[in-house]
């Protein structure tokens, strides 16, 4: 069992905006304990919709464990009998993380969109603070897949002598045009649903619509041609029936790969705010390490981290090629890193799913205790 814990930072957090709140609350969570050195913690960083709740059950009732149980608990990959395991939902977020729905002490009212601009970096000094709150003063590693990949690369950034080890998967250095056009397409789906007001729904309304729309199309980009046909192929669902028997005459839900993305767009809404989903895909398209720092080598140029990266085969949202171009060019700057590609048809997700592969993987680079050997495991 685990209990999310609050922290509530009170002293004023500014932006890369330039904007400043008076502080934030930070929903997290953390799994086995820190040890006497303070070297054995690993910050998990989430992806866009993830949250706090990584492992571990809230109640014996819970339908299901937090979102990486599978990697991450006693005696697996991520073992919590070794390591002090945090997990924080990011800045802007909308699972206990101060975020667009948060209320604005200044007005009553939740921020709306006149919450600050988020970035990854603004999300990763966030928890920096988190961190110093927590008295971890070394990370062990920090691993995400997707945004969190973003973020676990990032801290290796801004801070080199706090982080041992990067494991960053089905991520990128910046998006491509066609992930940012997904987004974009989410984005406006969300904001032409007449109910999203401008930002200024009440907490109990908004582009529930728009907000399904886009988690439906965005969930289409999370998997894969061939796991979508395995999954459904062209399996129908009666639904529409008339006095003589199913009417293929309708748009009511026919196929079953209807039926399950209308599932997920609804089972979204009821987790997710729509601005944080504005704000936070606003962030990760602003992602872009070699803007940020003149070229990607000049990004990595601070990094003492060893860095694994891995890809996945079917990854056509942050495909294989922009996860093997970060392990490149650490090497190129001089960096110790690897990249490992694992093949699957299951697509960008693929991180999220059951693969004994990559459990090895996590835990090999994880437990190992030398210098981390350059393997190109393709
Ligand atoms: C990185 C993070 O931070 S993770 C936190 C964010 N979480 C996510 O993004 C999860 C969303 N993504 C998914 O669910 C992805 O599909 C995956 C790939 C990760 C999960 O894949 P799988 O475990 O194979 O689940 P699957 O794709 O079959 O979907 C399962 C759900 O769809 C439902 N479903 C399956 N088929 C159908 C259907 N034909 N009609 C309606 N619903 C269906 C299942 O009942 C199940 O519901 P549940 O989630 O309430 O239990
Ligand atoms: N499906 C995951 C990964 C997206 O990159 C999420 O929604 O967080």
Redesign the pocket.
Known sequence: MVTPRDFVCTTPFTFKSGQVLPGFTMRYETYGQLNRARDNAILIC??????HH?AGRHSAAD??PG??DHLIGPGRAVDTDRFYVICANCLGGCSGTTGPSSIDPATGKSYGIAFPFVTINDMVRSQKRLLDHLGVDQLHAVI?????GMQALLWAILYPNFVRRVLAMATTAREGAQAIAFNEVGRQAIMQDPAWEQGNYPADGGPRVGLAIARMMA?IT??SDA?MER??GR?K?VTTTTAHGENPYSFD?QF?????????GQ??INRFDANSYLYITRALDHFDLAHAYGSLEQAFAPVQAETLVVGFTSDWLFPPEQNREIALTLLRAGKRASYAELATD??H??????SPDLYRIVRGFLEREHEFVLDFSI
């Open positions: 989430h992806a866009l919709s993830g949250d990584c339908r299901k979102w990486w995400g897949g997707s945004m969190g969930h999370y998997l796991s999954k459904f399996r669902r839900i079953e790969v209807e039926s399950y993305l209308r599932y997920q089972s979204f299951r697509g997700d693929s991180f999220l799913l059951e």
